[in-house]
């Protein structure tokens, strides 16, 4: 069966939602979207994706007599049908979308109702393509990394950060100490750990005292300057925005803080809120509970790089992308780095779709080269006919350690990112310093090309975590062996 034949199988509300012929879908006038789609029921896969395009669009289940010209134009088309991979093609009218740039919406709308449809067995959103016009509405990212760059005189190398572990538990003083000793150790970027909040044996404002006064002798020590990122995730707007202000009363300088959020559970209204409000601050989007939507295992929900892109187009500096399989999160090369490169490059290929960020019309290849020469910062032209988004640095954290320092970028294909790692520091037998030192140490050794191996032997910290950390490994490796029928567990 060809997907033209199913077209005389849809009713005329399902017809109202499917257009085949669709000329030049990258007109400017769309939001595309590719969904793996199984259907449910007994739907073909042409009636379950008009099915979806009416409830992600403007329709419901039944044609209603309220519609009118207007509205119908406001209609999703499902442009494009692949049998043979379950795939669909569906193009969003961008007016539908709240105006002014809000991400929140157009999930609403996307990945809202219909992922709980009778309609589908499986959808999972793909990949995602922004016209250039529509680009223009949204605020993508103000301070980014290179921003953080010159800020911490760091290039040429990933920002060395950590997670302060246990995740939970310490008080202010335990806490900052901690902080202290990671900075000392040589590390640039701490951040809270995605639950930190004002839990009564941390009471928030008493851990950002104590965190300034660990930084303030961190930078008089070592001479450099450091960052901590603050989560401000918080039980509702004022709360957030206390949250925010009572870091910048308490004495760190622009650049010296950043924001972070719990994107997902926090929601797309209070990274928006940051990024509006907070123009100057480097706002961190944690992405805890990401897997219920984007695990390959998953038929319904959204990938990696969705999730990725709208992060950048709401304006998130760094959004976790994953350790591309090298770390203890689920996750592959595959899924995670396409959406590293998503969110770093001018011009990112996706799954489907080569996305521009400049919100300038593809064609123009000059001014694309121009952009792609400063790629980093927004370009605005004299007349501010168009101008770029700039990048979101993938930040890259879970189960990292400094001996996959290498084999990471080794994956990912360049240096600019974050790297947070918890355990990877803090597990390290002689502390929180050392494991810095030794995180320090493994990036050196691959600036300048030489195995971590080689370079412990005149690096005491490094070749205690490649002692520690490979061990760990073989520790996991025998507990997968299975044990022989019959025979006792060995007693550990
Ligand atoms: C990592 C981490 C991060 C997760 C997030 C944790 O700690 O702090 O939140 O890695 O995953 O709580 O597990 P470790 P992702 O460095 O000790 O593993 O970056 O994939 O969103
Ligand atoms: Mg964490």
Redesign the pocket.
Known sequence: MKEKDLLKTLNSHQAAYVDLDLKDPQNGEYLLAVFHLIPGGNLNMLQAAAEVSAESSTGTNFPVLTETAFSRKMNSLVYKVDLKKNLVWIAYPWRLFDRGGNIQNILTYVVGNVLGMKEIDALRLLDVWFPPAMLEQYDGPSYTIDDMRKYLKVYNRPILG??I?P?MGLTPAEYAEVCYDFWVGGGDFV?N??PQANQDFCPYDKMVKYVKQAMDKAVKETGKKKVHSFNVSAPDYDTMIERCEMIRNAGFEPGSYAYLIDGITAGWMAVQTLRRKYPGVFIHF???S?GAYTRKENPIGFTVLVLSKFARLAGASGI????AGV???A?SPEEDIIAAHGIQQFKSQGYFFEQSWAGIPGKDKNVLKLTRNDAAHKVILEDDSWRGVKKCCP??????NPTLLKPFIDVMGNIDFIT?????C?AHPWGTKAGATALVQSCEAYTKKIPIEKYAKTHKELAEAIKFFSKKKEVVKKAKKPIKKGKKARKK
């Open positions: 950590t997670i572990k995740k951040k750990d995605e944690h992405r805890a990401h976790h992308t994953g350790t770390g203890k999160m996750g930040i890259i954290s879970g189960g990292l947070t790692m918890g355990a990877g803090h």
